[in-house]
């Protein structure tokens, strides 16, 4: 049975930092590609970050450009998402995805998620 389990959420202040964690079990991260998906309240789930599976390539929202670094240990099964700089409007849960075939944003591609971990940033 395939997991994903994030962690390292929580309630930050603006222009904090956090570093996400996702877990995997039951499939080896090295032969996914790994996504990183947000939403807020009242929103749709949108992108924030792709590593490939050598973790050579990496891709990031606008939203997230120069404050979002995605990160892999194949050896510890782990992505990470390391956010700097965080606003109030990176407010949401955030999901680690696994998708076997090829880079993309549309969440549709993915084939197994996490349950997500809330980040919230206060002003």
């Known amino acids: 049975q395939v997991q994903l389990v994030e962690s390292g959420g929580g309630l930050v202040q603006a222009e904090g930092s956090l570093r996400l964690s996702c877990a995997a079990s039951?499939?080896?991260?090295?032969?996914?590609?790994m996504g990183w998906f947000r939403q807020a309240p009242g929103k749709e789930r949108e992108f924030v970050s792709y590593?490939?599976?050598?973790?050579?390539?990496?891709y990031y929202a606008d939203s997230g450009k120069g404050r979002f670094t995605i990160s892999r240990d194949n050896a510890k099964n782990t992505v990470y998402l390391q956010i700097n700089s965080l606003k109030p409007e990176d407010t949401a849960v955030y999901y680690c995805?696994?998708?076997?075939?090829?880079?993309?944003?549309?969440?549709?591609?993915?084939?197994?998620w996490g349950q997500g971990t809330q980040v919230t940033v206060s002003s």
């Open positions: 590593i490939s599976r050598g973790g050579s390539n990496t």
């Open positions: 995805a696994a998708n076997s075939r090829y880079y993309s944003d549309a969440s549709r591609q993915y084939d197994y």
């Open positions: 039951g499939l080896t991260l090295g032969n996914d590609g």
